[in-house]
Every structure is written in C-alpha cells, then in structure tokens.
C-alpha cells in the first residue's frame, strides 16, 4: 500500500513538471512570432536652393541690407536649409534712409552706395547690426497672406531672447496685413516688397528698418523732460499697494507686458490741477478772483500737488487707468500695443483699463490723421469734461507718436483724459 501511494506521489510530480515544461513551450512559441511590421518613417527632405541671406546678396536692390546681414555676423544662420524664417529686409532706398539717421545726417541720403556700405561695414556696431536682424527675423514662415489683418498689430515672436534663462521668452515685432497698407510696427512694408521667396523662407521689404527697442517703458518715461507730473501721478496711484501686485509702476517696468500708455505731458496735467481747483473753490465762493488764485497756486506747487489730500488716490488711479489702453479676455488687461497706424482715420473707441471696473464704459474715442501710408498725428477725446456732454470735449492731440518700448508704446498727449 506505501508502495502504491509512493508511485501514486512520483507520477503526480512527473506530471506537473510536464505541464510546467509544456506551458514554457507554448509561452516561448507564442513569444517567437514575427514583431508587427510599421511603414518606414519618411526623413523629410530639406530644400535646396539659396537660403535667404543668399537670396538677398543675389538682388543688386538689396546690397546695402546684405552688408548689415554680414556685418551681423547672422548670414550662415539665415541660409541654413533646416529651417524656415520669415525676414523682413530694406532695399537700398530705404538702407540710405537707415544710414543718414544713424549717421546723425553725416552721411546724406543721396550719397555714392560705396559710402552707405562703409558706414554699414564698419560704424555700425557688430552687436547693433545683429539686433536688427534678429529683431526683424521671426523663426517660420509668413506669407503676406499669412499676416494678421486683426487689430491692432498682432506680435510674433523675433530671434531676440529677452532672458537668457528662459531662450522661448523673446521680443515681439508688430506685422499687421491692411487693406490699402500693410505695416510692421509703424512702418508701413513696401508693395512692391512683398513675398520674396528664399529656399528656406520668405522676405518683405518694409520701408526703412524696424529698430528694436531697447529701454521698458518706465525708463523712457523717465527720461522725459515734460512727464514729470504723469510720473508723480503714478506714484500716487500706486500708493498703497504692495510693491509688484497690481502696481502701474511695475508693469511699466515689466519687459514682458505689452501696453499702450497715453501720457499727459506736464501742461497738460497744471490745466487740470487749475481746473479742478477753480471749479471747487468758485463752486464754494462764486468768487471767480479767488478762485483764479486758489488754481494758480496749486499749479505753483507743481506735480507735488498730486500728492496732497486735494485730490484722492482713487481719483489718481482712475485717471491712471483711463490713459492705459485695453482688451478684455477673461477680465480687461493692458495687454494692446496700438501703434498710431493701428488707429483709424474715423473716431473709433478703444477700450481701457477703467473697463476692468466698469465693463459698460466705451473708453476712449481715438482718430489717426494720415498722409499716405504714415499716420502723422493722432488725437484722443474722454468721456467727462467738467460737466459737459460726453466726448465734447476738445480732444487731447498727441504731440509725440510711438515712442517704442521694449515692453509697450506709448504717446504723449496735451491734455488728460477723464473717465468721467
């Protein structure tokens, strides 16, 4: 019986170590199949052809540009077939524009090519020359028909890092695609200039060359002689507030914003300090001498007074808001850069930042006055307007146009606008 249940045991062992050799078979079988065949991954092929820098070098129009791409020291990169870039170059005509600027009228216009290429080859900076080109290439490619006609501007990224830290935040140019013109920024890109093509890209031609900025706006404000009261009006509407939270001063000086300021140069801002004096003191007297002297004396006291208990820190921060042009996504920022080509030549509104706490208010009423393809002043009408009608005011006349931030653009104008 030992026996008989002995072999009964070894017969079990033998016949689970059979199953577990046939189970390793038919795995092992399953597992020799053939592997699923993929297609082939097709390597694109790169064009050939001349790059763009070639393309330029090859146009006798385009000489003077091709010196300022070589003196750049960017050549190899614009003729590099492995990827796409859209360029916006000068011809000559507008090269000899560039080059008496630069020269500070030194070198005229109508002087011998052989002169203006040996500024370009060796006044120029190096570093200069390569801003330029960086900041008017954009990294694909753009056909005239590919460029926004949304307004205003719509930016696209250029070639210029603005941190070294983060190589994708980068400087914006400004291309918009109009009916009669066509501009990058504010100048406008030549008809006759448009949709060259490069092996590797595409180049138009604008007027004369798109400078990149190279200050935020809270540093070109300070430079300005006659802003002294918009800078004190700033101080006084951030006043308050935590440093870097909401601060109209921090997103002057934010490189990465994109805004349009309207600033009330400095007479501009004593008629308003005489008016809302004059208006409160004779609304409390009736006396128009004493009220005469009530407003002459604050405006002696210059842009301090904005600083006094006469006007709040709301008051200010309204104004404030009111001169910073606006869209809204999910809630109205200053997020618009309005060049004065983007501005029509019929009064049209533009919303600010008052919209973001009165989403009914129709902003501001702005109107371009063109000749040609330039726009040669612009003008600005506020709602309020000590007590008339809305927008019957005189309308603010912008006295200086574009000036060009990295950050943002701003104009400055002669009189302050109202909210209301």
Same mark, same amino acid.
């Given at each position: 019986m030992q026996i008989f249940n002995f072999k009964i045991t070894i017969m079990k062992k033998i016949n689970y170590k059979l199953l577990l050799l046939l189970s390793t078979v038919v795995f092992i079988t399953s597992?020799?199949?053939? +592997?699923? =065949?993929?297609?082939?991954?097709?390597? !694109?092929?790169?064009?050939?052809? $001349? %790059?763009?820098?070639?393309?330029?070098? +090859? $146009?006798? $129009?385009?000489? /003077?540009?091709?010196?300022?791409?070589? *003196?750049?020291?960017?050549?190899t990169t614009l003729n590099d077939l492995t990827k796409s870039f859209t360029l916006f170059a000068v011809d000559n005509p507008g090269m000899r524009i560039f080059v008496n600027a630069a020269s500070g009228g030194l070198i005229p216009i109508a002087a011998p090519d052989a002169v203006h290429a040996n500024f370009i080859s060796t006044l120029i900076p190096a570093a200069s020359a390569a801003g330029i080109i960086n900041y008017n290439t954009i990294g694909q490619k753009f056909l005239a028909a590919n460029i926004s006609s949304a307004f205003p501007n719509y930016p696209l990224t250029s070639q210029i890092?603005?941190? !070294?830290?983060?190589?994708?935040?980068?400087?914006?140019?400004? !291309?918009?695609?109009?009916t009669a013109y066509s501009y990058v920024n504010n100048l406008p890109i030549t008809v006759a200039g448009l949709d060259q093509l490069a092996a590797n890209g595409v180049i138009h031609h604008t007027y004369t060359i798109v400078a990149p900025p190279t200050a935020t706006l809270k540093a070109m404000i300070a430079g300005e002689s006659?802003?002294?009261?918009? *800078?004190?009006?700033?101080?006084?509407?951030?006043? %308050?507030?935590? #440093?870097?939270?909401? =601060?109209?001063?921090?997103? /002057?000086?934010?490189?990465?914003?994109?805004?349009?300021? /309207?600033? !009330?140069?400095?007479?501009?801002? =004593?008629? +308003?300090?005489?008016? +809302?004096?004059?208006s409160q003191v004779f609304a409390a007297t009736g006396s128009t001498a004493l009220a005469t002297a009530f407003a002459n004396g604050a405006v002696a006291v210059g842009p301090a007074f904005l600083s006094t208990n006469n006007v709040t820190t709301a008051q200010i921060k309204g104004i404030i808001a009111y001169h910073l042009l606006a869209t809204k996504t999910t809630s109205y920022q200053p997020n618009i850069r309005v060049f004065s080509v983007n501005i029509p030549a019929t009064p049209t509104f533009i919303k600010t930042l008052v919209n973001g706490a009165f989403d009914a208010h129709p902003g501001i009423l702005a109107k371009a006055t063109y000749a040609g393809p330039f726009a040669i002043g612009a003008t600005f009408t506020g709602l309020?307007?000590?007590?008339?009608?809305?927008?019957? %005011?005189?309308?603010?006349? #912008?006295?200086?146009?574009?000036?060009?931030?990295? $950050?943002?653009?701003?104009?400055?104008?002669?009189?302050? /606008?109202?909210p209301q």
């Open positions: 597992c020799n199949k053939d +592997l699923e =065949q993929f297609a082939p991954i097709t390597v !694109p092929g790169y064009p050939t052809g $001349n %790059g763009i820098a070639a393309t330029i070098a +090859l $146009n006798p $129009n385009d000489s /003077l540009f091709s010196k300022l791409i070589v *003196r750049s020291g960017m050549s890092i603005l941190d !070294p830290a983060q190589p994708f935040v980068r400087m914006n140019i400004f !291309p918009v695609r109009g006659t802003l002294s009261y918009f *800078r004190a009006a700033i101080a006084r509407a951030d006043s %308050g507030t935590v #440093a870097g939270t909401s =601060q109209f001063d921090f997103l /002057l000086n934010y490189g990465v914003t994109n805004m349009t300021v /309207l600033a !009330p140069n400095d007479a501009a801002f =004593q008629s +308003l300090v005489f008016g +809302l004096v004059y309020g307007n000590f007590g008339g009608a809305p927008y019957s %005011g005189t309308p603010a006349n #912008a006295v200086a146009i574009d000036k060009h931030a990295v $950050n943002g653009v701003y104009h400055i104008i002669d009189k302050v /606008l109202l």
